[in-house]
T-cell receptor, first 114, second 113 residues
């Protein structure tokens, strides 16, 4: 079955430290891949997406993600975390061939230590 | 200018009532969606409409009925509300079916007492 896995439910980092959030997908063919962020009480904001081409994708708010086909991964990174980055992060995948069933991972809650 | 908007933001109601949530997008997109986020933050698609036509209906109880009066609006009507319907409901839109990026509204938190 098609699925998206975010192994880390909760991560705490210190402000200024680097961050990596993991995402793995299980699909027959490489799907479109996305990272969304949900701040407390807010909607989902698109951080970045991978469709094809360069495997290192730049997004908003200083985030980037790297697509690794061999590992079926699409990990999100940020070199220096700010307190305002505390939020829930969702990885999502969309099959290229079958319409609009965007499948989300279970999310990773990021806490930032002052 | 809000791209995808939803009303109301919060909705508190009694079991058995009927309620509606409205969604509007001003992005000129052809496809709109409803997602449900449960108490564990898990997000799952419920419906999608493309240019007012139902495309996806994900085994949602028939108490839930989406209605799309035009391609900029997708409303969600829920009959006979149950405790388990308590969740955050998100509307989203994308340029067209299978065109990738979906843009989400701010969500409607529904609480059924």
């Amino acid at each position: 079955a098609q699925s998206v896995t975010q192994p880390d439910i909760h991560i705490t980092v210190s402000e200024g430290a680097s961050l990596e959030l993991r995402c793995n997908y299980s699909y027959g063919a490489t799907p479109y891949l996305f990272w969304y962020v949900q701040s407390p009480g807010q909607g989902l904001q698109l951080l970045l997406k991978y469709f094809s081409g360069d495997t290192l994708v730049q997004g908003i708010k200083g985030f980037e993600a790297e697509f690794k086909r061999s590992q079926s991964s699409f990990n999100l990174r940020k070199p220096s975390v700010h307190w305002s980055d505390a939020a829930e992060y969702f990885c999502a995948a969309l099959p290229r061939s079958s319409g609009d069933k965007l499948t989300f991972g279970t999310g990773t809650r990021l806490a930032v230590r002052p | 200018d809000t791209a995808v908007s939803q009303t109301p933001k919060y909705l508190v109601t009694q079991m058995g009532n009927d309620k509606s949530i409205k969604c509007e997008q001003n992005l000129g997109h052809d496809t709109m969606y409803w997602y449900k986020q449960d108490s564990k933050k898990f997000l799952k698609i419920m419906f999608s409409y493309n240019n007012k036509e139902l495309i996806i209906n994900e085994t949602v109880p028939n108490r839930f009925s989406p209605k799309s009066p035009d391609k900029a609006h997708l409303n969600l009507h829920i009959n006979s509300l149950e405790l388990g319907d308590s969740a955050v409901y998100f509307c989203a839109s994308s340029p067209n079916t299978g065109q990738g990026t979906q843009y989400f509204g701010p969500g409607t938190r529904l609480t059924v007492l």
